[in-house]
């Protein structure tokens, strides 16, 4: 909530058109605090379920490890099919969000009424899943549709500082759990349960139901600028009926904002091998590993408010390529003699990239689709980018096998480079200010 | 549900929402601490050492190390071997992240060294002279490999007091050449007795291997594939290990012996899956843990190595086995013997 009392009130901000609120709509704030309370409720879990399955259930590693893969893949699958359900029947995007969100809080009472059953613990754990791949693209498209499209950048930035603080959080709150208890493992789910329930009624509370109706028309003024300025848009006629089906890879417009997220992401290494690579070069201790993602999430948490408001500034396209710039900058330094240094600049970096692509990809592309059909196009540009993603580490990981870490890395940043040359011609906006 | 009208009615409604959900939180977590959360870790009884050999292990229900026959008074360990004049305790410290003390000990358990690693306790091991130690975390956490699996194996040289943390950067060879890759993951390392020559189980593209490593040359190359958990006979000629014989999840492996001499494997009479690193309790004989029937732990077994008889319960609820012999040298304030 402090982000009412805070942003948008500089007194050298740009002059903002008539009818539109300087302020971060309520409804944005009011998702990102249920992302916030959300990510405290899993991260908390996260924090202690291999210590739970392992130590206290007495499981081996493997069966861990099957448990934790399970569904993984079919994450991805119930992202679309999140999407679909929300855009059908026009604005059912709150209720099928509250509905993943609702059914990974009550995941968290089948942990601890599975007791020490294998069966019931995968079930658990794949209604957590399911109900994180089916709540991500209705609750990106409510924050499209609740924003002016010329504020999309920051109001994206403030949802994922938001999360990224809640999940900052979470093993806070679970380490202290544990501390109390004395390593009472049930009581980390029951608190876990009891803040995913908050972060339902939140949304219910706050988000209305349905979508405002201001913005519900695409923003398609030419072909040539399909990226909204920061003119005042004309407040559209109402919203036609919604269509059956909007198939968004059609429209050539998204679909050039979808190869180019693709492109990019399959030259991504996954963050995981800079770590490694940070670890080995520097000899740092194996205690101080967990800190290096925390590290980076917490500049993507500072810097992800002021890359929204730059890429509303400055039109999305530039911050999105520049900030895969600071990921090539980032394996750059890696290549480099390591040093002390070295750590904090590949840290920024990534947080840099994370600020600078992950809401403002979802601002750039959430005004290119029509209001009906944006839920679906959210979810398949996150799938698209997602499963790209894991063939380029995939395809890192056997580099690596190959050639060894150095080799494998420039190869990477070669690549990342041509992905970003290929890019800057096919993401669309070039010609916007 | 329709949200009620005012701001102020729906504030109102939070309030009173983080309130109970705050209070239901707060009282169950105070219960929990009422009820005394996880198991307390203590130390051995001033009475129990490895001093009268026979076979000791950790006991399930109080996740202390026990000797048959006996009351469990031994220290609390997650995990436990013992050989020549020390033993090695893998212990959970508490709360989050995980992480694994490893703590070294006399035959009086007197501790005389305590290392902290990151990891859930997954095996320890002694050389026969109890001189280089050795022991594997299961990590979590920086899981990059595909899985979501990974390992971290330690070895500690007590004569120079040397600590590696984590083997997996040691020059690995694969097939007569060297080999890269970023998910190689070590565990289940086990040292002959010349203190030097180890055994273990790399992972990595999907495989596993059985390696020969070279303490003091810092090499490691592979033998063989499919072998997991390798645990040396105290003859020093067979290795006994899980092998992966199917691809169900529920049960994918086999107890296995292999013959050093020739390399040719045979199983033993156990049909179940054993996902354990077996200890040989005498020179025909491996001791391991099976899961439990019902409910939590596991039960300690052992079954003939040549492959013949069929398995015994040993110890229900128990695990980590380790046949510990007749003090080598007589203790401290014995009189020593005349040379």
């Known amino acids: 909530m402090m982000y009412l009392a805070t942003t948008g009130r500089r007194p050298d901000a740009p002059p903002r058109p008539a009818g539109v609120g300087r302020r971060v709509p309520g409804t944005v704030v009011a998702l990102g605090a249920v992302s916030l309370v959300t990510d405290v409720s899993s991260e908390m879990v996260t924090a202690v379920l291999p210590l739970y399955l392992v130590l206290g259930l007495g499981l081996s590693p493997l069966q861990f490890g099957f448990l934790d893969g399970l569904f993984n893949g079919a994450t991805a699958l119930v992202r679309l099919l999140g999407g679909r359900l929300a855009d059908r029947g026009g604005g059912r995007h709150r209720t099928v969000a509250g509905a993943g969100y609702l059914l990974s809080a009550l995941s968290r009472l089948g942990l601890l009424l599975a007791g020490g059953a294998a069966g019931g613990i995968a079930a658990a754990l794949a209604a957590d899943r399911l109900g994180k791949g089916v709540r991500t693209a209705p609750r990106d498209a409510l924050i499209t549709l609740s924003a002016p499209p010329e504020a999309l950048g920051r109001a994206f930035g403030v949802h994922r500082a938001m999360d990224t603080t809640g999940a900052l959080l979470g093993p806070l709150v679970a380490f202290v759990v544990l501390w109390a208890t004395a390593d009472a493992y049930d009581a980390v789910f029951v608190v876990s349960f009891a803040t995913g329930l908050l972060g339902v009624l939140v949304l219910l509370l706050f988000v209305p139901a349905g979508a405002a109706p201001i913005r519900t028309a695409p923003i398609r003024t030419a072909p040539a600028r399909p990226v909204p300025a920061r003119t005042p848009m004309p407040v559209a006629a109402a919203p036609k009926p919604a269509r059956p089906k909007h198939r968004p890879l059609r429209d050539p417009v998204f679909r050039r904002v979808t190869a180019a997220a693709a492109l990019l992401g399959a030259a991504t290494v996954g963050d995981s091998f800079l770590y490694l690579l940070l670890q080995r070069g520097l000899d740092l201790s194996p205690m101080l590993f967990p800190l290096l993602p925390l590290g980076a999430a917490a500049c993507y948490l500072l810097l992800a408010v002021p890359a929204g408001r730059l890429a509303d500034r400055t039109g999305r396209r530039t911050p999105f390529l520049l900030g895969h710039g600071a990921l090539l900058a980032a394996y750059l330094t890696l290549l480099a003699p390591l040093g002390r240094a070295t750590a904090v600049v590949v840290l920024v970096l990534l947080g840099v990239f994370y600020a600078a692509t992950d809401g403002v990809l979802m601002a750039l592309a959430g005004p290119v689709l029509p209001a009906e059909g944006r839920a679906g196009g959210l979810a398949v540009l996150q799938t698209g980018q997602a499963l790209a993603r894991l063939v380029g580490a995939a395809g890192f990981g056997v580099a690596w096998t190959w050639w060894g870490p150095r080799p494998a890395l420039l190869a990477a940043a070669l690549a990342l480079a041509a992905a970003l040359a290929a890019a800057w011609r096919i993401l669309p906006g070039r010609n916007t200010p | 549900m329709t949200p009620p009208a005012t701001v102020k009615a729906r504030s109102t409604v939070l309030v009173l929402a983080v309130l109970v959900l705050l209070g239901g939180s707060l009282g169950y977590v105070l219960h929990a601490r009422e009820r005394g959360g996880g198991p307390r870790l203590v130390a051995a009884e001033a009475s129990f050492t490895l001093n009268e050999p026979g076979l000791y292990y950790r006991d399930g229900a109080t996740g202390r190390v026990a000797r048959t026959p006996g009351a469990p008074d031994g220290p609390s360990c997650a995990r436990f071997y013992a050989a020549g004049e020390r033993a090695l305790c893998l212990r959970a410290l508490p709360g989050t992240p995980a992480r694994t003390q490893a703590v070294v000990y006399d035959r009086a358990f007197t501790e005389l060294r305590t290392v902290t690693v990151p990891g859930i306790p997954n095996r320890a091991r002694v050389s026969p002279s109890g001189q280089v130690l050795s022991w594997t975390t299961f990590a979590v956490g920086d899981s990059y490999a595909a899985s979501g699996f990974s390992t971290r194996t330690s070895i500690l040289d007590l004569r ?132 439990a029937r019902e409910g939590k732990g596991g039960d300690l077994w052992s079954v003939p190595a040549d492959g013949s008889g069929a398995p015994r319960l040993l110890v229900p609820g128990g695990s980590s086995p380790v046949a510990v012999a007749p003090a080598a040298v007589p203790p401290a304030d014995a009189p020593a013997p005349p040379r």
């Open chain 2, 160 to 291: 120079t007091g040397y600590l590696v943390k984590s083997i997996e950067e040691i020059p690995l060879t694969v097939g007569g050449s060297r080999y890269h890759a970023a998910d190689v993951n070590y565990w289940g390392v086990n040292f002959a007795a010349d203190d030097n020559r180890f055994y273990a189980t790399v992972a990595t593209g999907g495989r596993t291997h059985l390696v020969e490593g070279d303490l003091g040359a810092w090499s490691a190359r592979t033998l063989r594939e499919n072998v997991e958990c390798p645990s040396l006979s105290p003859d020093g000629t067979r290795i006994a290990f899980k092998k992966k014989v199917s691809e169900d999840p529920a049960a994918p492996w086999r107890l296995y012996v292999l013959d050093l001499a020739d390399l040719r494997e045979h199983p033993t009479a156990e049909s179940h899956s054993v996902d354990d690193q077996a200890a040989w309790l005498d020179d025909a004989t491996l001791g391991y843990a099976l899961p």
